[in-house]
């Protein structure tokens, strides 16, 4: 069974760091390309990048491209999506997702992780 | 303001039928053959409940089908049910930013 289970939810202050993961099982880790959404109430879900941890391979959404920093292990089949200096229009539930292709929207999604930065 | 547009929301009675619509451009929708639709229930992960625009993963009901016509793609449900109240959004590949979501739609089960 394919399963995408991401690290748990976090709160943080504004200025503070920090990276949450995302770690396969139940297929080739790194066969298969790990995307980032963001979901908020405002915007909805929006693509934030996408890397091949066959060969770490990374894109990244303009909008989001020098906010993030999205990396892989593929010796623990783990991708994570990192932050230098979180602000508070951070706050969001962020998802891991699994696509064949660097194109095609992915197919399986992790449970999600919310993220809240709070002064 | 999302890429592709869809309904904020539909609602039908159960056993009928709906149609919700995911309107892009010859950038995205009108040239890839790369639409995905997702179930999202209230705090829960989306699930992918039909792919490059017409196909269903197995285990998705053949009530849920999907089409395109230009720059626009649809989902519809047949046969209502409860369960199927949730959020809907379509995805397609889009040239400038990979994977591109519409706004979401709220479907309510009459």
């Known amino acids: 069974e394919v399963q995408l289970v991401q690290s748990g939810a976090e709160v943080k202050k504004p200025g503070e760091s920090l990276k949450i993961s995302c770690k396969g099982s139940?297929?080739?880790?790194?066969?298969?390309?790990i995307g980032w959404v963001r979901q908020t109430p405002g915007k909805g879900l929006e693509w934030m990048g996408i890397i091949y941890p066959g060969d770490s391979d990374t894109r990244y959404s303009p909008s989001f491209q020098g906010q993030v920093t999205i990396s892989a292990d593929k010796s623990i089949s783990t991708a994570y999506l990192q932050w230098s200096s979180l602000k508070a229009s951070d706050t969001a539930m962020y998802y891991c997702?699994?696509?064949?292709?660097?194109?095609?929207?992915?197919?399986?999604w992790g449970q999600g992780t919310l993220v809240t930065v709070s002064s | 303001q999302s890429a592709l547009t869809q309904p904020a929301s539909v609602s039908g009675s159960p056993g009928q039928s709906i149609t919700i619509s995911c309107t892009g451009t010859s950038s995205d929708v009108g040239t890839y053959n790369l639409v995905s639709w997702y179930q999202q229930h209230p705090g829960k992960a989306p699930k992918l409940m039909i792919y490059e625009g017409i196909k269903r993963p197995s285990g998705v009901s053949n009530r849920f089908s999907g089409s395109k016509s230009g720059n626009t793609a649809s989902l519809t449900i047949s046969g209502l049910q409860a369960e199927d109240e949730a959020d809907y959004y379509c995805?397609?590949?889009?040239?400038?930013?990979?994977?591109?979501f519409g706004g979401g739609t709220k479907l309510t089960v009459l």
């Open positions: 997702a699994r696509s064949y292709s660097s194109s095609p929207p992915p197919d399986y």
């Open positions: 995805c397609s590949y889009a040239s400038s930013s990979a994977w591109v």
């Open positions: 139940g297929y080739t880790f790194t066969n298969y390309w």
